[in-house]
Structure formats: structure tokens, C-alpha cells
């Protein structure tokens, strides 16, 4: 008989510990690795995560650990969901302890700033292992309502289908149903712009606009990730997938967004300052948005949405200033 396949998740946020308890409800043994030993306490002992997700009770096989080596021991599958600008630095540390097969998985929605690599390009670059062992697993995924267990599906990608296979039965429970897909580019590029996106429809919200612009906003930003996606050599058909339109949807029309409502206080007139004070958990658009800029621009592509956000959340631009700019571009065909 086989063993039940082994994780460790790196990241005792509401994400980590939400998808921790799908791979527990399809058959892995978990080691949730977090660095505040109070979660981690709290998770073997009373089977809860307090901080992150109040309420809601852990599977018997997940338990925690503040010990990196602990986590990794015997692990098929490494899970990262850690902020994005802190991927490299705490990679640096696991890599000596990660198994000669352990896949590597990342969960994060970003691009690193000052490289804009997409997140399993740092994994690469800071593991030294070959793109077959490191897959990404996006869409539509609002942590809160799969820790309740209410249905959700996802895109497990990798460039090689098999370990996609491996990773999609590791993780598919009655609630939550992941789809293979070997476009990786794709996949992180739809999951990194459509915090940017969310933010962008989160102000828009907090101004007030309607659901006129909430929709053109999302419609838009989708065509102007779907152009950074080609100019990467993206599979288009990945936009209108889970990792594209689903996440955008989800991300643009959820409360449960910490991006859309990151942006829905800056558009209510809140500065930057006072938005990242009431705000305990990462928006990663906020961050991400400088260095998906910088990947359009490295690669041509025009994105005036996030040229926009990037106006908005960093350079001081009233959201009002920024609207009229978008408004007043020069008039063009829609497919272009």
C-alpha cells in the first residue's frame, strides 16, 4: 500500500492554513511551518488557527511546526505561501533541507520587485531545480470560504503534466476541484495582474462609480493582462480560464478580497498610510503593481490600468486626477 502523500505548507496566513486543510481532507499528512510559535501551538492544541481563520476547525492530520527542517522531512510536496517580496530571502534558508523530489509549489500571487520575476522563476533561481519540479496553483480561491469547505475550483500548472497529475490528486476533496494546465507563465501572470485589477475596481468601488466602470475595468484589465501574457508567450486561452477570468471576478467582486478592499479605502479617500494601518493581512497588488509595471514595460506592452494603480497607491495621484487621465486616452479599436 502507498503512503499517504506528505505536504508542508510555509505560511500559517489564512491561504496556507485553508489550503493545509484541503490537502488533509484529500489524504496528505500536513505540517503547516509558520515562525510565531503561538499558531503553531494553537494549531496542535486546539485544532484551530485563532489569528486567521477564528472559528474553524483543522483536520486531525495537520499540525504545525516553527522548525523548517521538521516541516520538510520526508515531504513530497513544498507549498509556499509566503508574501512575495519575502520568497527569496526564506527559500534561501529552506533550500539546504528540501528533498532530492520534493516538488515545490507556489501559492503566491506576485512578481518580485527589482526583477520582475514571476514567482516560480525565483524558486528556480534560488532552489537550483529544474522548472519539472515546481508547479503553481491559482484561481478563484477566497481562503475563507474554502476553509468553510464551500466549492471551489483551481488550475494546478506545471510544465510537466505529470507532476500537475500528482499535485491535482493530492489536493481534489468534494469541495474543491483543480483543473491541469501546463502553461506556468500564464497561470502566475493572470494570478499577479488581477490583485492590480482589484485594487484598480476597489477604488473605483470607493469612489462610487457604478457597476458600469466596475465592469469595464474588468473586462479592460483582462485584455491588458492578456497582452502582457502573449508578449511572455503565454497561452491566451489560459486569460479566459480560471487563472484569469475567475480570479479576476472572484478578487474584483469579493469583500473578501484584501485587495479590492485595499483599494475600495483609498478610493473613499483614505491615504495610503491609514489604508496599510487597517489592513493586517498582505494585498499583494499593492507591492506588485510597481514590478508588474516593470514587466510591461520590459516587454512593450501598454497597461494603462496599472499605470494608473501605480499613480494611485505610489505616486500620490488623487484617484479623481487619475480617473480623468484614464478617461481622456486617445480612442481606439477594442481588440488592439
Given at each position: 500500500?502507498?503512503?499517504?502523500?506528505?505536504?508542508a505548507?510555509?505560511?500559517?496566513?489564512?491561504w496556507?492554513t485553508?489550503?493545509?486543510?484541503?490537502?488533509?481532507?484529500?489524504?496528505?499528512?500536513?505540517?503547516?511551518?509558520?515562525?510565531?510559535?503561538?499558531?503553531?501551538?494553537?494549531?496542535?492544541?486546539?485544532?484551530?488557527?485563532?489569528?486567521?481563520?477564528?472559528?474553524i476547525?483543522?483536520?486531525?492530520?495537520?499540525?504545525a511546526?516553527?522548525?523548517?527542517?521538521?516541516a520538510l522531512?520526508?515531504?513530497?510536496?513544498?507549498?509556499?505561501?509566503?508574501?512575495?517580496?519575502t520568497?527569496?530571502?526564506n527559500?534561501?534558508?529552506?533550500?539546504?533541507?528540501?528533498?532530492s523530489?520534493?516538488?515545490?509549489v507556489?501559492?503566491?500571487?506576485?512578481?518580485?520587485?527589482?526583477?520582475?520575476?514571476?514567482?516560480?522563476?525565483?524558486?528556480e533561481d534560488?532552489?537550483?531545480?529544474?522548472?519539472?519540479r515546481?508547479?503553481?496553483?491559482?484561481?478563484?480561491?477566497?481562503?475563507?470560504?474554502?476553509?468553510?469547505?464551500?466549492?471551489?475550483?483551481?488550475?494546478?500548472?506545471?510544465?510537466?503534466?505529470?507532476?500537475?497529475?500528482?499535485?491535482q490528486?493530492a489536493c481534489?476533496?468534494?469541495?474543491?476541484?483543480?483543473?491541469?494546465?501546463?502553461d506556468?507563465v500564464?497561470?502566475e501572470?493572470?494570478?499577479?495582474v488581477?490583485?492590480v485589477?482589484?485594487?484598480?475596481?476597489?477604488?473605483?468601488?470607493?469612489?462610487?462609480?457604478?457597476d458600469?466602470?466596475?465592469?469595464s475595468?474588468?473586462?479592460r484589465?483582462l485584455?491588458?493582462?492578456?497582452?502582457?501574457?502573449?508578449?511572455?508567450?503565454?497561452?491566451?486561452?489560459?486569460?479566459?480560464?480560471?487563472?484569469?477570468?475567475?480570479?479576476?471576478?472572484?478578487?474584483?467582486?469579493?469583500?473578501?478580497?484584501?485587495?479590492?478592499?485595499?483599494?475600495?479605502n483609498?478610493?473613499?479617500?483614505?491615504?495610503?498610510?491609514?489604508?496599510?494601518?487597517?489592513?493586517?493581512?498582505?494585498?499583494?497588488?499593492?507591492?506588485s503593481?510597481e514590478?508588474?509595471?516593470?514587466?510591461?514595460?520590459?516587454?512593450?506592452?501598454?497597461?494603462p490600468?496599472?499605470?494608473?494603480?501605480?499613480?494611485?497607491?505610489?505616486?500620490g495621484?488623487?484617484?479623481?486626477v487619475?480617473?480623468?487621465?484614464?478617461?481622456?486616452r486617445?480612442?481606439?479599436p477594442?481588440?488592439?
Amino acid at each position: 500500500m502507498t503512503h499517504p502523500a506528505k505536504a508542508a505548507v510555509f505560511g500559517t496566513g489564512s491561504w496556507g492554513t485553508a489550503f493545509g486543510m484541503v490537502l488533509a481532507d484529500a489524504g496528505c499528512e500536513v505540517t503547516l511551518w509558520g515562525r510565531r510559535a503561538e499558531i503553531a501551538e494553537a494549531v496542535n492544541t486546539t485544532r484551530t488557527n485563532p489569528d486567521y481563520l477564528p472559528g474553524i476547525e483543522l483536520p486531525a492530520s495537520v499540525r504545525a511546526t516553527t522548525d523548517a527542517v521538521e516541516a520538510l522531512d520526508g515531504a513530497d510536496f513544498a507549498v509556499l505561501v509566503v508574501p512575495s517580496q519575502t520568497l527569496r530571502a526564506n527559500l534561501a534558508e529552506w533550500t539546504p533541507h528540501l528533498g532530492s523530489d520534493t516538488v515545490l509549489v507556489s501559492m503566491m500571487k506576485g512578481v518580485e520587485l527589482g526583477t520582475a520575476k514571476r514567482m516560480s522563476e525565483v524558486i528556480e533561481d534560488v532552489t537550483k531545480v529544474s522548472a519539472d519540479r515546481v508547479a503553481v496553483i491559482t484561481g478563484p480561491n477566497l481562503a475563507k470560504e474554502i476553509a468553510e469547505r464551500r466549492p471551489a475550483a483551481a488550475v494546478v500548472a506545471c510544465q510537466d503534466e505529470s507532476v500537475a497529475q500528482r499535485l491535482q490528486s493530492a489536493c481534489h476533496t468534494s469541495y474543491f476541484r483543480p483543473y491541469t494546465n501546463t502553461d506556468v507563465v500564464g497561470c502566475e501572470l493572470g494570478g499577479a495582474v488581477k490583485n492590480v485589477i482589484g485594487l484598480a475596481v476597489g477604488i473605483a468601488d470607493g469612489m462610487g462609480l457604478g457597476d458600469n466602470a466596475k465592469g469595464s475595468l474588468i473586462t479592460r484589465g483582462l485584455a491588458e493582462t492578456t497582452r502582457l501574457g502573449l508578449a511572455m508567450g503565454a497561452d491566451p486561452l489560459t486569460f479566459s480560464g480560471l487563472a484569469g477570468l475567475g480570479d479576476l471576478v472572484a478578487t474584483c467582486s469579493s469583500p473578501l478580497s484584501r485587495n479590492h478592499t485595499f483599494g475600495t479605502n483609498l478610493g473613499r479617500g483614505m491615504t495610503l498610510q491609514e489604508t496599510i494601518a487597517v489592513t493586517k493581512q498582505t494585498a499583494e497588488g499593492v507591492k506588485s503593481c510597481e514590478s508588474v509595471l516593470d514587466l510591461a514595460r520590459r516587454h512593450g506592452v501598454d497597461m494603462p490600468i496599472t499605470e494608473t494603480v501605480v499613480g494611485i497607491v505610489h505616486e500620490g495621484k488623487p484617484p479623481m486626477v487619475a480617473l480623468g487621465e484614464l478617461m481622456s486616452r486617445s480612442a481606439k479599436p477594442e481588440r488592439r
